[in-house]
């Protein structure tokens, strides 16, 4: 069935280091997308969208990149800090229907 | 003070119970959302709310059923609890598209264990 699904469980970085989470999705019709972090015990806040009319938008030491050709998902964190570490989630919404079809997540896992 | 409020946080009940999830926000956000969360997995919609008058079912509903009390309150129950519904659940809201983009706003989670 359609899904949007992450490429990497589990991702260690180092303090300071770059870090990049993998997210494909599979309907092309999706048209807005959305980036979560879950911190332990807590709900999921909410990071950075991005619309399919564009293919990259950036926040503060964040930036999401979509590949509409081969329905890909990344987002970026510059100079990744211990208040990084988290489960992080893409979603896709199709249509303005406000459906959100979340991924598994990824753990992130920064190391001082 | 948060804008979007789940009571309770935390329960432990025994199978066969029926069990009420609240929800309350002040965000003035016409759309309500509920998702289960199992451990190592993304979130599944359960039930969803448009307006006060608008409840649709989502991926799961089975076992559950929801209540939009008002624009603020968007309650979950579980009629007959069993095991299988033991996770987190996660209210949500958002605005409608004409006037948002689309992000929903979560509330903290409450952790329901059933024995």
């Known amino acids: 069935g359609e899904s949007v699904g992450l490429h990497l469980p589990t991702l260690s970085v180092q303090e300071g280091d770059n870090s990049i989470i993998n997210c494909a999705y599979s309907?092309?019709?999706?048209?807005?997308f959305i980036w979560y972090k879950q911190e332990s015990g807590k709900g999921p806040q909410f990071i950075i969208d991005?619309?399919?009319?564009?293919d990259k938008r950036q926040g503060q030491r964040v930036t999401v990149l979509l590949n509409k050709t081969v329905k890909h998902l990344s987002l970026q964190i510059a100079a990744t800090q211990p208040g990084d570490s988290a489960v992080y989630f893409c979603?896709?919404?199709?249509?303005?229907?406000?459906?959100?079809?979340f991924g598994t997540g990824t753990l992130l896992a920064v190391q001082p | 003070d948060a804008d979007v409020t789940q009571t309770p946080r935390n329960r432990i009940t025994k199978t066969g119970k029926r069990i009420m999830l609240e929800c309350s926000q002040t965000?003035?956000?016409?759309?309500m959302y509920w998702y289960r969360q199992d451990p190592g997995l993304g979130l599944q919609l359960i039930y969803y709310?448009?307006?006060?008058?608008?409840?649709n079912k989502g991926e799961i509903s089975d076992g559950y059923s929801v209540s939009r009390q008002a624009q603020a309150k968007f309650s979950l129950s579980l009629e007959s609890a069993i095991p299988n519904q033991t996770a987190l659940y996660f209210c949500?809201?958002?605005?409608?598209?004409?006037?948002?983009?689309?992000?929903?706003?979560f509330g903290p989670g409450t952790r329901l264990t059933v024995l």
């Open positions: 949500a809201t958002s605005d409608s598209p004409d006037r948002g983009k689309g992000e929903q706003f």
């Open positions: 309907n092309s019709a999706s048209d807005y």
């Open positions: 991005i619309r399919s009319n564009m």
């Open positions: 979603a896709e919404e199709r249509g303005a229907t406000n459906k959100l079809i």
């Open positions: 965000k003035g956000h016409d759309r």
């Open positions: 709310s448009f307006d006060v008058k608008d409840i």
